[in-house]
């Protein structure tokens, strides 16, 4: 089985609409991060957590609002769906590594979202 | 300019050949240099990590760090039709002890024709 896992796979939904996407983990890392890719401008990261009680915005969080329910599980909420949050949605795990250390980022299958 | 600059190609090359991905950054704290492998319809992989300056090899693949320029290049050899994907260049800089914070090229997609 996977490691990061995303649920849906593919999602199509409508202007205005309340949608949520999952990722779940058995990696066993502390560290949680939902990014979206867009062609032409790459990843770019939503939220970030570091653990259940610790929720950070990234570069590109308005519109968006995250849920860290369990270690293993990081939720990314669209309240309002809107066109232009078509995208490639991925959820990524790391565990903490300092004074050099690579702190690797593994990334699931990603969630292809529509709005129409 | 944009933090982290990568030409998006595309690239196309015959079986066989050396394959050079290079992206360009303007931020003098990055300190650790990541190549991703993104094949269609997944996720991004680490492919390989360079810590500072210098040069890291691992079978087919090199990676070179050069922090005066600001540049950071990947070198596939004896590339294989396998290796066709987009490839992206992260970068992140130290914060707070840890370096989780990744900028990331928009990527380079790569083919690799039989």
């Known amino acids: 089985d996977a490691d990061v896992t995303q649920t849906p796979r593919n999602r199509i939904t409508k202007t205005g609409k309340r949608i949520m996407l999952e990722c779940s983990q058995t990696?066993?890392?502390?560290?949680m991060y939902w990014y979206r890719q867009d062609p032409g401008l790459g990843l770019r990261l939503i939220y970030y957590?570091?653990?259940?009680?610790?929720?950070n915005k990234g570069e590109i969080s308005d519109g968006y609002s995250v849920s860290r329910q369990a270690q293993a599980k990081f939720s990314l909420s669209l309240e309002s769906a809107i066109p232009n949050q078509t995208a490639l949605y991925f959820c990524?795990?790391?565990?903490?590594?300092?004074?050099?250390?690579?702190?690797?980022?593994?990334f699931g299958p990603g969630t292809r979202l529509l709005v129409l | 300019q944009k933090e982290v600059e990568q030409d998006p190609g595309p690239l196309s090359v015959p079986e066989g050949a050396i394959v050079s991905l290079n992206c360009t950054y303007s931020?003098?704290?990055?300190?650790?240099f990541m190549w991703y492998r993104q094949y269609s319809r997944k996720g991004p992989e680490l492919l390989m990590y360079?810590?500072?300056?210098g040069n890291k090899e691992d079978g087919r693949f090199t990676a070179q760090v050069d922090k005066s320029s600001k540049y950071i290049s990947l070198f596939i050899r004896d590339s294989q039709p396998s290796d066709s994907a987009t490839y992206l260049c992260?970068?992140?800089?130290?914060?707070?002890?840890?370096?989780?914070?990744?900028?990331f090229g928009k990527g380079t997609l790569l083919t690799v024709n039989p």
């Open positions: 990524a795990t790391s565990d903490l590594r300092t004074g050099g250390a690579q702190e690797t980022q593994y």
């Open positions: 990696k066993g890392h502390d560290r």
């Open positions: 957590s570091f653990d259940v009680k610790d929720i």
């Open positions: 931020n003098s704290a990055f300190q650790y």
């Open positions: 360079t810590y500072s300056s």
């Open positions: 992260a970068m992140s800089a130290d914060s707070g002890g840890s370096n989780y914070k990744l900028t």
